[in-house]
Antibody
């Protein structure tokens, strides 16, 4: 059974870079059938897709976050990572990682999801 | 990209059926058959309930069904049960090679 687990600091200072890692277990991140991505949810608000990556390193990003986001993959560790630069209080959210099913290069749906990790942006 | 439009809340009594709508544009919902629906209970991660407009993953009750007409997708839950009370989100692939979510709908079982 595939499982995903987010890890990283729970507190980040304004203007700094948020860094999270997602560790995949129970399956290979190098599968040709999936992308791997990040979604966030501010407290009490809805879901926002951040971006996703293929095992080869090909990426898709949310146009509204693209200038601040970098997603990378480490196939040797079966992990992928998120970096979000120049954070503000508006970036405070629960950050989820998830497997993205695809058809050719089109993203279809997310399943399963990690349990999520709360990142607070505050000095 | 703009979020897909969902009603903020819906409600129904046990045993009844409810429908949640998800409205987008021809660049997302209307342009692709890659609409999915997620259920989220408080403090929990979202769970996939419907994918590719109308397909149910293994293990999801057949009380949940999905459909699409033009730029609007719908999730119908029949035979409402207390455990269905949760937030529901739709999502669609977009012409910008991205995913977009709806704002979420809070389902209350009366």
């Amino acid at each position: 059974q595939l499982q995903l687990q987010e890890s990283g600091p729970g507190l980040v200072k304004p203007s700094e870079t948020l860094s999270l890692t997602c560790t995949v277990s129970g399956g290979s991140i190098s599968s040709s059938s999936y992308y791997w991505g990040w979604i966030r949810q501010p407290p009490g608000k809805g879901l926002e897709w951040i971006g996703s990556i293929y095992y080869s390193g090909s990426t898709y990003y949310n146009p509204s976050l693209k200038s601040r986001v970098t997603i990378s993959v480490d196939t040797s560790k079966n992990q992928f990572s998120l970096k979000l630069s120049s954070v503000t209080a508006a970036d405070t959210a629960v950050y989820y990682c998830a497997r993205h099913f695809k058809y050719v290069g089109l993203l279809r749906f997310c399943d399963p999801w990690g349990q999520g990790t709360l990142v607070t942006v505050s000095s | 990209q703009s979020a897909l439009t969902q009603p903020a809340s819906v409600s129904g009594s046990p045993g009844q059926s409810i429908t949640i709508s998800c409205t987008g544009t021809s660049s997302d919902v209307g342009g692709y058959n890659y609409v999915s629906w997620y259920q989220q209970h408080p403090g929990k991660a979202p769970k996939l309930m419907i994918y590719d407009v109308s397909n149910r993953p293994s293990g999801v009750s057949n009380r949940f069904s999905g459909s699409k007409s033009g730029n609007t997708a719908s999730l119908t839950i029949s035979g409402l049960q207390a455990e269905d009370e949760a937030d529901y989100y739709c999502s669609s692939y977009t012409s910008s090679s991205s995913l977009v979510f709806g704002g979420g709908t809070k389902l209350t079982v009366l």
